[in-house]
């Protein structure tokens, strides 16, 4: 990769930063496409955040990717937001055009991209997503317009229902949306007829590896279930759902396809996914 004072910088800010694997994956795509581009971390405490935007202007960076704990707080020093960001009030992706600097989340498009790609079509299915954090929003933003039935489940309740709510206020040809408590009984009972299951909750992730959030009596051969942790690539939960049949997506993807949408909006080319993902992989399997 050959950097000059030409290069268009682009950097991921989160604290803590330095495990993401978006640096490796998306630098194999600037250099497979022979674009001028750079992609680096940077660890940004809360504090600072204020600072480090100041800086992305003076420095004129081009784009950024913003994630925990910064995807809300980040909006404040914005000067613009696209219309899925403005309805889910949450970015990852910020492009600077021509020193404004304009936000986006490509989370729920990432999620569905990454369905697609698995040749899963979620149009009038069932879907259940356990969490109703911030992965969750944006997925359930996105899904709600192409899922006949979404079922959203958390622990607490009133998270649920209020994103359920937000859903009804704000967009528009939703399906049928319903929401409930994160139990064992409303797993099972939703799982029975759902076509789709994701995992938007930590549940599963290293170091807790032996954890799932559905006992696997619950999991059938007609299901797809997409768990949002990537590490380890294959979770329990996939593990489960592979034996008793049914379809798997592992984490990898969702990042991949929504660093692939923010790729798009700073280059404007489309984004080489399977160069994009054998990079990831190879750099997991380094790790290990």
Not at 4 to 10: I, L, Q, W
Not at 77 to 96: G, P, Q, R
Not at 141 to 156: M, Q, Y
Not at 273 to 287: G, H, N
Request: charged share 25%.
């Amino acid at each position: 990769m050959k950097v000059s004072g030409k290069t268009r910088v682009c950097a991921l800010l989160g604290d803590p930063a330095e495990h993401s694997l978006s640096p490796c994956f998306q630098n194999a795509a600037f250099q497979h496409l022979g674009l001028d581009f750079i992609y680096l971390a940077f660890t940004v405490k809360a504090e600072d955040l204020g600072d480090a935007i100041l800086g992305i202007r003076s420095l004129r960076f081009h784009g950024l990717n913003v994630t925990m704990p910064h995807k809300i707080s980040v909006i404040q020093y914005l000067d613009e937001l696209d219309e899925n960001a403005e309805k889910i009030m949450s970015v990852n992706t910020i492009l600077n055009q021509d020193g404004k600097l304009i936000g986006y989340t490509t989370d729920g498009i990432g999620a569905l991209n990454a369905l697609k790609y698995n040749n899963v079509n979620p149009r009038n299915k069932k879907i259940v997503i356990l969490g109703a954090g911030g992965a969750s929003r944006s997925i359930s933003f996105i899904l709600a317009k192409e899922a006949e039935e979404l079922v959203i489940l958390n622990r607490t309740v009133a998270k649920a229902e209020k994103l359920a709510s937000d859903i009804h206020r704000l967009i528009e040809g939703y399906g049928r949306i319903r929401w409930g408590e994160l139990t064992e009984e409303n797993i099972r009972k939703e799982l029975q007829e759902a076509d789709i299951l994701i995992n938007a909750t930590p549940v599963g992730m290293s170091p807790n590896v032996d954890e799932t959030p559905v006992d696997k009596r619950h999991l059938h051969p007609d299901l797809t279930v997409f768990d949002l942790v990537y590490h380890p690539l294959e979770t329990r939960l996939l593990k489960e759902a592979r034996m008793v049949g049914a379809r798997t997506i592992n984490g990898l993807n969702m990042l991949i396809h929504q660093g692939a949408a923010s790729f798009e909006i700073w280059t404007g080319v489309k984004a080489p996914i399977d160069v994009m993902m054998k990079a990831a992989e190879e750099e997991l399997k380094r790790r290990i």
